[in-house]
């Protein structure tokens, strides 16, 4: 198997691995919405979609490309296994860890989260090793151009990350100084199961750093892998001083198979009813239930004027009513 950019698969019998079918697609190996992948290699990743289409001859197609829309840690993790199964075999469980890190913000494995970090920082125009002027090309260019480049490093990662220690370690100090926060208590998250909800009160001194969610460049004060490590839920409702913010995990946007994730709801009405009480000079904002991660947050100010408690009871009730608005199941 050989590697393609997505924009030259066009006219060529090939695999898509985590993104979406060309014309001349026989096969799509992704946990993507309605994304037509089989459901006896269904998997939360995309990459663990690859492992098992490897184990299972019988789902094999006549294509010797695989390609990609969009460069990401699942992605690339999943690339890898096809073009270089025998390595990939070798470490399987932590290139499906890789992929569960930056597609969700879980690791089971240290090293997971740090490869994820110096995949980002590759990717990061602002921190790349990698020559500037691949960042200045438009993005189905720059997508290809890292897939070719890490394609290359992604098996030196597998075996000598220590080696890569400057890309890595300060999201990971990051890291654990977040999961040192939520340990003592100091971020407190309060689960609601029967709403797949968790509450998160950040402390209102905690200031926002830099950190990577699908290798681009975020600012958050608590790392989102630390959060997202510590409560399964789907929906997050993050709670730092007058600000307040719902965030739907990934997991609400892609076809999970491990568990059962709440769908979403469409809280464009909510924003609506939070713009007749807000006195700020902001105006909430919901995403909408198609972005892969959508918020429901306030632009324009940095504190609400509504008391966060009463928001806090609105989304409950909103979460609690509201009709499902999003399925990415086929």
């Known amino acids: 198997m050989r590697f393609l950019p997505y924009s030259r698969v066009t006219n060529v019998a090939n695999i ?7 014309g001349n697609t026989l096969l799509t190996l992704s946990h993507w919405p309605k994304s037509g992948t089989p459901a006896p290699l269904k998997a939360d990743t995309s990459a663990e979609i690859v492992f098992r289409y490897l184990d299972l001859p019988q789902f094999h197609v006549q294509a010797d490309v695989v390609s990609n829309n969009h460069f990401d840690e699942d992605g690339l993790a999943g690339v890898f296994a ?51 002027s691949i960042f200045a090309r438009p993005y189905p260019e720059l997508a290809a151009e890292l897939y070719v480049r890490l394609l290359e490093l992604l098996p030196q990662l597998l075996s000598n990350l220590k080696d ?49 969610r699908f290798t681009q460049r975020q600012f958050a004060e608590c790392h989102p892998f630390a959060l997202h490590n510590a409560t399964r839920c789907s929906r997050l409702l993050l709670l730092h001083e007058k600000r307040v913010e719902l965030q739907y995990r990934y997991e609400g946007w892609v076809q999970i198979v491990s568990r059962k994730v709440a769908p979403r709801v469409d809280l464009s009405p909510l924003a609506k009813e939070l713009n007749r009480q807000e006195r700020s000079k902001g105006r909430w904002v919901f ?3 198609d972005r892969i991660t959508p918020r429901l947050h306030l ?15 609105r989304v409950e009730q909103y979460l609690r009513i509201g009709p499902p608005a999003w399925n990415p199941y086929d």
Do not use: C, N
Request: no cysteine; aromatic share 4%; proline share 6%.
């Open 164 to 212: 890569y220690r400057t890309q890595w370690e300060i999201e990971d100090v990051r890291l654990a100084e977040s999961e040192e926060l939520i340990e003592r208590k100091l971020v407190t998250i309060e689960e609601r199961p029967d709403l797949d909800l968790a509450v998160v009160h950040i402390p209102e001194d905690l200031a926002a750093q830099r950190v990577h």
């Open 287 to 289: 995403d909408g239930v």
């Open 82 to 132: 096809m073009i270089e199964p025998a390595t990939a075999e070798r470490h399987r469980d932590l290139l499906i860890d890789v992929a569960q890190a930056g597609d969700f913000g879980i690791f089971k494995m240290r090293e997971a989260a740090r490869i994820v970090f110096t995949l980002s920082a590759y990717a990061d125009a602002d921190t790349s090793p990698l020559p500037k």
């Open 16 to 22: 898509i691995i985590d993104g979406a079918a060309t």
């Open 299 to 313: 632009e324009g100010s940095a504190s609400t004027s509504i008391p966060p408690p009463t928001i806090v009871e």
